[in-house]
């Protein structure tokens, strides 16, 4: 999902870095009155890097990463793994790729909007307290597929808007490679939930994670 350097001018960039800021500040305070979310989106943007650094390659105009977003969704919350993408891309690029600053708000924007997505149409209800219904494997295979297919759509709106022109062809191999995420996310995920469910009562679970309020089958 990254966006590799030279794709994008810097008036898209600065528009971009306007639009991460604005999302982050119109989440910020919700983040900083729960200081348990604020550990949350630390360990998240840990874990994201480890995640993308664990596993990556070079797809067409971008790069097929594991990225664990479901798992982190599920374990930790919503503003935390908004916060921790943007993070953990922030880290990624002090540590390992300089280059990779320069689109830190593009690249943010392809994980962070298709995270805000799913989260209100899908995510919501199986953190209700009225909901009974438990999460299968199914159940976060759709999860994924909904949220990948929003990051590779915003990888191609990010295309559409570069002055490097890219065959289509080559965004369709990109968003063709994310069907193998899409397939072994799932079975990680439902691994780590029934492992730290199966710990839920521990005081070091309940406070860096939140999974009480989930049922699984």
């Not at 664990?54 to 105009?61: A, E, L």
């Not at 994980?111 to 494997?137: F, M, S």
Request: charge should be positive; glycine fraction near 6%; proline fraction near 5%.
């Amino acid at each position: 999902m990254h966006i590799e350097p030279g794709f994008i001018d810097q008036t898209k960039i600065v528009m971009a870095n306007a639009g991460a800021v604005s999302v982050l500040a119109y989440y910020a305070r919700d983040l900083l009155l729960k200081p348990t979310a604020i550990v949350r989106a630390l360990l998240a943007a840990v874990f994201f890097t480890v995640f993308m650094q664990s596993f990556h390659m070079n797809v067409g105009p971008s790069e097929l990463h594991f990225v664990g977003a479901m798992a982190m969704y599920l374990t930790l919350g919503f503003l935390p793994t908004l916060f921790g993408f943007a993070l953990g891309l922030l880290l990624q690029g002090l540590l390992f790729e300089p280059t990779d600053l320069v689109h830190l708000a593009v690249n943010s924007l392809s994980l962070i909007l298709p995270l805000v997505a799913v989260h209100y149409t899908l995510g919501l209800k199986l953190r209700e307290t009225t909901n009974d219904q438990p999460i299968r494997w199914r159940t976060i295979l759709k999860l994924d597929a909904v949220y990948y297919g929003g990051v590779t759509t915003m990888v191609g709106f990010w295309l559409l808007a570069s002055y490097v022109v890219t065959p289509f062809a080559a965004w369709a191999t990109f968003a063709a490679s994310y069907l193998a995420v899409v397939a072994v996310e799932p079975l990680f995920t439902y691994a780590t939930l029934r492992l730290l469910k199966r710990n839920a009562h521990r005081p070091w679970v309940r406070f860096c994670f939140a999974v009480d309020g989930l049922k699984l089958a």
